[in-house]
Each structure stands twice: as structure tokens, then as C-alpha cells.
């Protein structure tokens, strides 16, 4: 069997006002939305092998949401449930999804779920021949330590291209460790913080037909504290 890819893209914005996770420090619920929060799927399958990747602009991927959206996708994709992955860019700005404080609406998580299975499924009806490819590039002025400026980081962003048989550009996956913090404890807008906005750019630039999602890297102590600027 040839190698296939399918894309799929679903918006999970949070109603207003509700909690927001990421920062300790913020106090009182969200008051109004900087810009959308998205799940971004993409299904593989090569040689009778199929595994789903799920990027949601959400602070994190609790245990309890992973094993809900793979309970109800995995069948959908006839798939096992390890198959599955599902990650957080680690925005700051998203709703409390249970992983830290503050509590979640349950009311959103189990919409949440559900939809997030719904993005996996759309992915994989969106299965088609494809070939795949792979780039690096160097974005100075995002990454720094947060503790101290003057400690290297990695400024590195890793891409996976996906083009369709025709040859046309279907979907860019890429990857960079940095923790999405330009919106501090202050901010009460939901947003997907700078991976949200990289992606936005890359669909003005590249069209709409062209899915692109980002992947958190390892970020430890990286981030924009030094670096942001507004």
C-alpha cells in the first residue's frame, strides 16, 4: 500500500468567561477571546500501519482527556488506541483543562472530547496518496532561557512537508521548543499565544488548502520571557 496522509482542522474555543490554565498567578475567569484555539489532525498509513497525531492549543493533554478521545476514535479509524497521539502546544492563554489548577468546566472538557475524536475521524476521510518530506530552518529572537538570557537555546524549527501526488503542498507539521508565554498572567483573551499565530501566517502565505499545525518540543526552561515584545 502506498503512503497516505489525510488533514483535518476543528476549532475548540472555550465559552466565556471560564477558567483558563497556565499561570498560577491569574486571578478571575477569561473576559473575551484574542483569537480561535484549534485541534489540527493528521492521520498516516503506510503498509497496513495507521497512526493519528492530534495537536490541540490547549496548555496540556491530561491522561483522562487522551484515553476519552482514543476510546471514542480508535474504533472510528479501526485502529488500536496506542495508535494515537494526542499533544498540547502548551498555550498559556487556553482554558484550565484539569491538568493544573484552576478546576475545568466539565461541561467543555466532555464537548471537548468529543470533538477532538470528530477531528481524527475528518483526518481520516481525508486519507490520500502522498509523499513526505523533510526541512529545517533557523528563527532567532522566539527562544530563551527563562532564567537566564544568556544560556543558549535552541532556535531551531523542524518541518515534515506532506505533498499530495499531484505535487502540490498538502500540510506542514513543525516543531520547536519554546513555552508559548508573549500573553503573561495579566492577559484574561483566550488565544493560541505564538504557535497560534505562526500558523495563521503560514495559512495567509500558503492558502487554505494547506493544513499546518505545530508541535511543542522539549521546553523546559525555554521561553519567550526575554524575547516578547508586545
Not at 471560564?18 to 498509513?45: I, K, N, T
Request: charged share 25%.
Amino acid at each position: 500500500m502506498a503512503f497516505r496522509a489525510g488533514f483535518a482542522s476543528l476549532p475548540v474555543t472555550p465559552p466565556v468567561p471560564g477558567p483558563m490554565g497556565g499561570y498560577v498567578a491569574r486571578e478571575g475567569l477569561s473576559e473575551g477571546v484574542h483569537d480561535d484555539l484549534w485541534a489540527r489532525a493528521v492521520v498516516l498509513e503506510s503498509a497496513r500501519v495507521k497512526a493519528g497525531l492530534l495537536l490541540v492549543d490547549l496548555v496540556a493533554a491530561p491522561r483522562s482527556l487522551v484515553e476519552e478521545v482514543r476510546r471514542e476514535a480508535a474504533p472510528r479509524l479501526d485502529v488500536s488506541p496506542e495508535n494515537l497521539v494526542v499533544a498540547a502546544t502548551h498555550t498559556h492563554s487556553g482554558p484550565a483543562v484539569g491538568a493544573f489548577p484552576p478546576d475545568p468546566d466539565p461541561r467543555y472538557l466532555s464537548w471537548l472530547a468529543e470533538t477532538l475524536a470528530d477531528a481524527l475521524s475528518k483526518a481520516d476521510g481525508d486519507l490520500s496518496p502522498a509523499r513526505v518530506g523533510w526541512a529545517e530552518a533557523i528563527a532567532d529572537g522566539v527562544a530563551a532561557n527563562r532564567r537566564d538570557p544568556d544560556i543558549a537555546a535552541d532556535p531551531r524549527v523542524r518541518c515534515i512537508a506532506v505533498w499530495g501526488e499531484d505535487g502540490d503542498l498538502r500540510g506542514l507539521l513543525l516543531n520547536h521548543a519554546c513555552h508559548p508565554t508573549v500573553l503573561g498572567p495579566s492577559n484574561r483573551r483566550i488565544s493560541a499565544d505564538f504557535p497560534g499565530a505562526a500558523m495563521e501566517v503560514l495559512r495567509a502565505g500558503l492558502g487554505d488548502g494547506v493544513w499546518a499545525a505545530y508541535a511543542q518540543g522539549a521546553a523546559g526552561d525555554v521561553s519567550c520571557r526575554f524575547t516578547r515584545r508586545g
